[in-house]
């Protein structure tokens, strides 16, 4: 059974900085891309970046510059670094695996962690 565990998230303050985590078990992360997304009260899920299984990244342009996707495959775990917060960046984080489908759309994505709430205060 696979699970996608995050952590990480919390209330910060505009400018700050988290580093959200994602901890895989029943699945090998260095065989997927990985992604994050994240989905604001009342919007729908909004794709942030993708790792590939190579270790490359892509990002939305939204938070290209502010942010960074990267994994550490001893640890089985992906990681989103979350720079210069806004309060726009406000919302549930999710991490996702194993695209079966193109990277930016919710529904291309097999397995789904429970998610992380990050809160961005003025």
């Known amino acids: 059974q696979v699970q996608l565990v995050e952590s990480g998230g919390g209330l910060v303050q505009a400018g700050g900085s988290l580093r959200l985590s994602c901890a895989a078990s029943?699945?090998?992360?260095?065989?997927?891309?990985m992604a994050w997304f994240r989905q604001a009260p009342g919007k729908q899920r909004e794709w942030l970046a993708t790792?590939?299984?190579?270790?490359?990244?892509s990002y939305a342009d939204s938070v290209r510059g502010r942010f960074t996707i990267s994994r550490d495959n001893a640890k089985n775990t992906v990681y989103l670094e979350v720079n210069s917060l806004k309060v726009a960046d406000t919302g549930v984080y999710f991490c996702?695996?194993?695209?079966?489908?193109?990277?930016?759309?919710?529904?291309?994505?097999?397995?789904w962690g429970q998610g992380t709430q990050v809160t961005v205060s003025s």
């Open positions: 790792v590939t299984s190579p270790g490359s990244a």
């Open positions: 029943g699945i090998i992360l260095s065989l997927y891309s």
């Open positions: 996702v695996a194993e695209a079966f489908g193109t990277w930016n759309v919710a529904d291309s994505w097999r397995y």
